[in-house]
């Protein structure tokens, strides 16, 4: 089968020192057949087991409507945020411990928000009481938007220490076995548990009640991981009785109409597999025993084999990028139906309780969030066809590789959440960690860590995506401080966060047009502002140990109309400085006289 490498991108700890990698399969097929409906003459199902579940206790009825694919899923208009968030332009990641005092760094730099100031993990993050609120205050009183949040799927036996309310949330493998994660210690929470995902909810209420601005969700589709062989994962695991349950209505939703010769032929379902898609939409599929189907046919020990006609319903889970569109069960599920379920209980709360509009986001590509915040590691799908992108690249002798541009991986990223979430919304993006990413990042020499920030945070912000200025995480890596980048972070910060300049990153319309410009490894995007100005932007990827400065570059782009005036905008430059133009055949035509790492070109 094809696999795709994901980088294990824990929030707490470093599998030995590095990135951990994962492989999910991937069994993805078309989706066909007529629907239908079950027979009523069909054998009444065996009950369900009276015993106490060893995993993942279900839900007691499908999704509101009886579930089924994304066109069937009902979406609560309640869960969309309604917080603003077209003042967040400079982005800041430093994560910390909840009870310690305010990282200082933050307070110095003073970005627009720090996106994740703390994640709970462990029993780290249970109780009020493990909090100091006294930091989103402080950060609040600085104009600083703060951002908690919790890991949403890592679930350590000391959570729910009494047995019977650890099997009610514990995702298993295809023999109905907890999995256990030994490099890191803990096993995966089902998401389709009612009772786990009312106690991560239950971890955000608290810190709703602390303060914070919004939250951030971390691993939310990982309860599919599987068993870790070496360092790869099986996708072996999420076949828990909770999941199961919600499978079968699943198949049911999707194939109404389907008769129990249907099943069987498509499916080799028999009557022994309890799948009854004659009850009420609320009910139908739910005594669905996936587990004994798997075992019956040998497909226990591998239940995504291809031979398994059902491992494409089921589809798989790429990490923080769910694709409801596929028509999968993990693919719809995970999103739409549990992850919806935890934003709409959290802005409820604090609607009711507090009259307010929290911002919600997660590690990846999610709908219903108020704007993205994409974890940067290898594995990704960001390039074309679905390729790796390298968000770090390095000479063949360990130096930045700056004539790398990520300027098409920043457009795709921004495409793919415009299409996940059917709307557009603000994408930001953020070193993960631990990650190949990180520790490429980390062993740059200290000029080329911060050329790296000269050279993408405008690079992303052409492309209106937000690059986190990286501050500190809880690994134990040197802070920006003990990097001497604080003095770099602070100026953009303060060029980022000035009216005129951040207007340039918001409510912009890519544009077809091409800049040309008269020097080689120019990157350019072109953009159109909401008041009708037009902005080329250009990022120099002429670099070796640093930055080549290119002086005396004619760019040409196309505009609608001769402008009143054109302004060069760069943080390189002391001041915005008015220059000479010309415009001719619908083209504007400067010379930019000096291009370091970056220079928007404004055409107004």
Same mark, same amino acid.
């Given at each position: 089968m094809p696999a795709l490498i994901l980088i294990f991108r824990s929030g707490s700890n470093r599998a030995f020192g590095c990135a951990w990698p994962l492989l999910l399969v991937v069994a993805i097929a078309r989706c066909s057949g007529a629907s239908g409906q079950t027979s009523t003459n069909m054998p009444p199902p065996s009950p369900p087991p009276a015993t106490q579940s060893t995993c993942a206790t279900p839900a007691a009825s499908n999704p509101v409507g009886g579930g089924g694919t994304y066109t069937q899923i009902a979406i609560d208009p309640g869960v969309y945020g309604k917080r603003d968030p077209s003042g967040l332009t400079v982005f800041a990641f430093s994560q910390e411990g909840q009870n310690l005092p305010a990282d200082p760094q933050v307070l110095a730099m003073s970005p627009n928000i720090v996106s994740r100031a703390w994640q709970r993990w462990d029993r !780290? !993050?249970? #109780? @009020?009481?493990?909090? /100091?609120f006294d930091y989103p205050m402080q950060a609040r009183s600085a104009g600083i938007t703060f951002i908690g949040g919790t890991t949403a799927t890592a679930l350590f036996k000391d959570e729910f220490p009494a047995v019977s309310r650890f099997n009610a949330v514990v995702s298993c493998d295809a023999t109905g076995q907890p999995v256990f994660h030994a490099p890191m210690k803990f096993y995966r929470a089902s998401l389709a548990s009612p009772a786990y995902r009312q106690y991560i909810i239950g971890i955000g209420e608290i810190q709703i009640d602390g303060g914070v601005d919004g939250l951030f969700f971390d691993e939310l589709d990982f309860s599919y991981q599987g068993s870790t062989s070496g360092n790869e994962d099986n996708g072996d695991e999420g076949?828990?009785?909770?999941?199961?349950a919600d499978f079968g209505g699943f198949l049911c939703g999707k194939y109404p109409n389907y008769s129990p010769a249907d099943w069987q032929s498509k499916y080799s379902i028999t009557t022994a597999d309890n799948l009854n898609c004659s009850k009420s939409a609320a009910t139908r599929g739910r005594t669905f025993n996936y587990r004994g189907y798997l075992a019956r046919n040998g497909w226990q020990a591998s239940p995504l084999n291809r031979s398994n006609p059902l491992a494409a319903e089921w589809g798989t889970i790429l990490g923080g990028h769910p694709e409801p569109q596929n028509g999968t069960f993990t693919g719809t599920y995970t999103s739409l139906v549990y992850w919806q379920d935890i934003v709409l209980t959290l802005r409820t709360y604090a609607r009711h309780k507090y009259k307010k509009e929290i911002y919600i986001t997660a590690n990846g590509v999610f709908p219903f969030v108020d704007f993205q915040m994409i974890g940067l590691w290898g594995g990704n799908p960001d390039g @074309? !066809?679905?390729s790796s992108v390298n968000y770090c690249s390095l000479t063949a002798d360990g130096h930045l590789d700056g004539t790398q541009s990520l300027l098409a991986a920043f457009m795709a990223i921004k495409q793919r959440s415009a299409r996940i979430v059917g709307r557009v919304i603000p994408v930001a993006a953020f070193i993960d960690w631990p990650t190949d990413v990180m520790t490429d990042y980390l062993s740059l020499p200290a000029? +080329?860590?911060?050329?790296y920030w000269r050279m993408y945070v405008p690079e992303a912000l052409a492309a209106t995506v937000y690059l986190n200025m990286h501050l500190a995480d809880t690994m134990g890596d @040197? %802070? %920006?401080t003990q990097l001497g980048l604080m003095p770099l972070f602070e100026q953009t910060t303060a060029f980022y966060k000035m009216p005129a300049h951040a207007a340039l990153y918001h409510n912009t319309t890519d544009l077809p047009g091409r800049v040309t410009e008269s020097v080689a490894n120019i990157g350019t995007n072109l953009t159109q502002l909401s008041d009708g100005r037009t902005v080329a932007h250009l990022i120099?990827? /002429?670099?070796? $140990?640093?930055? #080549? +400065?290119q002086d005396g570059v004619r760019v040409s782009f196309p505009v609608a109309k %001769? @402008? $009143?005036?054109?302004t060069l905008v760069s943080p390189d430059y002391r001041a915005d400085t008015p220059v000479a133009f010309t415009y001719s055949g619908g083209q504007v035509q400067v010379t930019v006289p000096k291009l370091v790492a970056y220079v928007a070109v404004v055409s107004n």
């Open positions: !780290g !993050g249970v #109780q @009020p009481s493990d909090y /100091n076949f828990d009785d909770a999941n199961i @074309p !066809g679905g000029s +080329e860590k911060s050329d @040197p %802070a %920006a120099n990827h /002429n670099y070796s $140990r640093g930055f #080549q +400065e %001769a @402008p $009143r005036s054109v």
